[in-house]
C-alpha cells in the first residue's frame, strides 16, 4: 500500500507514518481490492468482518466494536427510509469507524503521541482509541464545542485544549503544533476514509447484498462521502454490485463552501460567507478534501444540498419524536432528504438510507433550547 501525494502525484510508501505529502499536500491512498461477500468474515462483530478489504493487517486492529450499526425502516413525510444508526458506536458517532483503522496504522507504524482538531465527536473517537492504544493525544477542539464531548475527551485521557475562534481557527492551530506532535488529523490522514468506507459495505450486507439507490448524510469535510464512494467502487469492481448508489451531502447553508461549489459546476473552492450554525459538526469552511467530495458527489450522480437553521431544528425535532435522539448535525441529513423529496430528486419507489451520525446524549442542553422543552413541574 502506498499514500499518493494528491498535488504531484508521487507516491510514498505506507511503512512510514506521514500526513501531508512533500508538496504538503493532503495525501490519498491507492485503491485496494475491496473483497467479495465470501470474504467477509462472518463470525467478527465489528466493522474487522471486512478485514480482507481493508489496508491495515487484523493483527494489527485496536477497536472496541465499532460497526454492525442497526439499519431500520421507518418513513419520512410518508415516504419509506432506511435509517442507519451510526450514533450507536462506542463513543456516539459514525467518526470510530474511521478511527479505529486510522489508529491501528499509527500504531501499527510506532506512532505513540497524536495531534487532532475537532468539532468534538472526532477528538472524542480518537481520544478513545489512543486510549485503547496506549497513545499519548492532544485534541484541539473549539471553545464552543458541547462540553460533554470535551469531557468524553478529557475522560479519556486525553489533552484537550480549547480554541477561541471558528473550525478553521482550530484546525490552523493545529496545525501550527504539527512540528511537535504527529498530526494525525482525520481529515488529512487516508487511513481514516478507509475504514469509514466499511459503511457502504455493511448497508451492501444488510440490504440483502444490494446497493441503495440513494445515501444521505451531513457533510462537512466529507469523511463519509469518501467513504462511501470508495466501499462502494470496490464492491463495484468486484461485481457484488451493479450501480453507484446516489450520494447526497447536505450542509448548513450557514457554512456551505461544498454547496457552493457544487453550485458553480465546477471544483475550485467558491468562497463563501459563513454565519454561526446549530450544526456544529459541519460547520467547515475549508473542507481539506473539497474537490474530491464535489466530484464524488457528482460521480455518484448525488448532490449537495444547503439547509437552513429552521430545517435542522425541525428535522431535529421530528427524527426525536420517531425515538431517534440525535445531535443537531445530524438532523441536517433530515433537513435534507425533506428538500430533497419535495423536489422530487428522491422518489418514494427508491431505496433510500439517512445516516444518523451522532448521538443527542452529547448536545442535550442545546437540544433543550432548540427544541424549547420545558418539564412541567407538579
Ligand atoms: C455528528 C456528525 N455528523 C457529521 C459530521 C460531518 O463529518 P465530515 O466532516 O467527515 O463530513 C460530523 C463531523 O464532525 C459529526 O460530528
Known amino acids: 500500500m502506498s499514500y499518493i501525494d494528491s498535488a504531484s502525484g508521487a507516491s510514498y510508501p505506507d511503512d512510514i507514518a506521514r500526513w501531508c505529502g512533500d508538496t504538503g499536500a493532503y495525501l490519498d491512498l491507492a485503491p485496494v481490492p475491496g473483497l467479495r461477500r465470501e470474504a467477509i468474515d462472518t463470525g467478527e462483530r465489528s466493522i474487522w468482518r471486512y478485514a480482507q478489504a481493508i489496508a491495515v493487517k487484523r493483527s494489527d486492529a485496536v477497536s472496541l466494536g465499532e460497526g454492525c450499526t ?19 458506536m462506542p463513543t456516539g458517532s459514525f467518526k470510530d469507524r474511521g478511527m479505529t483503522v486510522m489508529v491501528s496504522y499509527l500504531k501499527s507504524r510506532g506512532i505513540e503521541h497524536v495531534l487532532e482538531d475537532s468539532s468534538g465527536n472526532a477528538g472524542a473517537s480518537l481520544s478513545a482509541y489512543a486510549a485503547a492504544a496506549g497513545m499519548r493525544c492532544r485534541i484541539l477542539v473549539p471553545e464552543t464545542a458541547s462540553y460533554p464531548k470535551i469531557a468524553q475527551i478529557a475522560a479519556c485521557g486525553a489533552d484537550v485544549v480549547t480554541v477561541r475562534g471558528s473550525r478553521q481557527d482550530v484546525a490552523d492551530a493545529a496545525l501550527r503544533m504539527s512540528s511537535e506532535i504527529f498530526y ?40 463519509n462521502v469518501l467513504g462511501l464512494e470508495r466501499g462502494f467502487d470496490e464492491l463495484l469492481r468486484n461485481g457484488e454490485i451493479t450501480k453507484m448508489p446516489r450520494i447526497f451531502g447536505v450542509q448548513a447553508a450557514n457554512c456551505a463552501p461544498c454547496h457552493a461549489t457544487w453550485q458553480s459546476g465546477g471544483e475550485v473552492p467558491v468562497p463563501v460567507t459563513v454565519t454561526p450554525t446549530v450544526a456544529e459538526g459541519i460547520a467547515s469552511s475549508q473542507p481539506t478534501r473539497l474537490r474530491e467530495v464535489v466530484r464524488a458527489v457528482r460521480r455518484s450522480a448525488g448532490a449537495i444540498a444547503a439547509v437552513s437553521e429552521e430545517e435542522i431544528v425541525s428535522a431535529l425535532g421530528a427524527l426525536a419524536r420517531m425515538g431517534f435522539y440525535v445531535e443537531p448535525t445530524c438532523a441536517a441529513a433530515g433537513a435534507g432528504l425533506t428538500q430533497l423529496l419535495a423536489s422530487g430528486t428522491i422518489r418514494s419507489d427508491e431505496t433510500t438510507v439517512m445516516v444518523l451520525t451522532g448521538s443527542g446524549l452529547k448536545s442535550s442542553e442545546r437540544i433543550g433550547q432548540l427544541l424549547n422543552l420545558q418539564p412541567r413541574t407538579l
Open 70 to 88: 442497526p439499519l431500520l425502516s421507518r418513513n419520512w413525510q410518508g415516504v419509506p427510509v432506511q435509517f442507519k444508526l451510526e450514533f450507536m
Open 184 to 223: 494525525a488529523s482525520h481529515n488529512w490522514q487516508p487511513f481514516f476514509v478507509e475504514g469509514t468506507k466499511t459503511l457502504a459495505y455493511e448497508l451492501w450486507e444488510s440490504l440483502g447484498f444490494r446497493a441503495p439507490d440513494n445515501v444521505i448524510t451531513p457533510l462537512g469535510y466529507g469523511s
